[in-house]
Antibody, heavy 119, light 109 residues
Framework: QVQLQESGPGLVKPSEILSLTCTISGGSTSGYHWNWIRQPAGQGLEWLGHVHNSGRSNYNPSLRSRVIMSLDTSKSQLSLKLYSLSAADTAVYYCARDPVDGYGHFDSWGQGILVTVSS | EIVLTQSPGTLSLSPGESATLSCRASQSVSTSFLAWYQQKPGQAPRLLIY???SRATGIPDRFSGSGSGTDFTLTIRTLEPEDFAVYYC??????????FGPGTKVDIK
């Protein structure tokens, strides 16, 4: 049973860079895309982007200029860097897995990490 | 970008009743790339249904999904106390781009 665990700072200042890590255990990174999804308090879910095991990445067009994701297969770690932060980036950030040969669904999720952007 | 609309916003029901949740897409969702999730307070979403009608591993058969094109439905037959939660639909399109609906809250009447 794969497990995903997000880690990183809970508080970041405006205009700074957010760096999060998702550690993947109990399963292979092969055959999946590895995603970041966020959810502001009391609101809905927003897909940020994903990385394939090959290293190929795709991002939500609304964030493309501010986001970089990467996958370190040797460490089974997914990373997210989000630049030029503002209060609007305050949210719970989840990592999640979607099968490459699936129906575009997320079958495993981390527990999430709350990130607050504030000075 | 395909926009998903969910209705109703809130559904107030009693345990033992059935729930019918609707998800409508602004354009046709290709090849049934439509999923449903359940989210409880303080928890991550949990996959219930993928491919519009296939139950995820470990999901009870009181949950069922149906629909195609632009109209999809999640039905919960005989609500259990643990089913009161927020439900999201989600679609995938080949840009790639994943989008979620705004959610339907099923609460206890």
């Amino acid at each position: 049973q794969v497990q995903l665990q997000e880690s990183g700072p809970g508080l970041v200042k405006p205009s700074e860079i957010l760096s999060l890590t998702c550690t993947i255990s109990g399963g292979s990174t092969s055959g999946y895309h590895w995603n970041w999804i966020r959810q502001p308090a009391g609101q809905g879910l927003e897909w940020l982007g994903h990385v394939h095991n090959s290293g190929r990445s795709n991002y939500n067009p609304s964030l493309r200029s501010r986001v970089i994701m990467s996958l370190d297969t040797s460490k089974s770690q997914l990373s997210l860097k989000l630049y030029s932060l503002s209060a609007a980036d305050t949210a719970v950030y989840y990592c999640a897995r979607d099968p490459v040969d699936g129906y575009g669904h997320f079958d495993s999720w981390g527990q999430g990490i709350l990130v607050t952007v504030s000075s | 970008e395909i926009v998903l609309t969910q209705s109703p916003g809130t559904l107030s029901l009693s345990p033992g009743e059935s729930a019918t949740l609707s998800c409508r897409a602004s354009q046709s969702v290709s090849t049934s790339f439509l999923a449903w999730y359940q989210q409880k307070p303080g928890q991550a979403p949990r996959l219930l249904i993928y491919g519009a009608s296939s139950r995820a591993t470990g999901i009870p058969d009181r949950f069922s999904g149906s629909g195609s094109g632009t109209d999809f439905t999640l039905t919960i037959r005989t609500l259990e106390p643990e089913d009161f939660a927020v439900y999201y639909c989600q679609q995938y399109e080949s840009s790639p781009l994943f989008t979620f609906g705004p959610g339907t809250k099923v609460d206890i009447k």
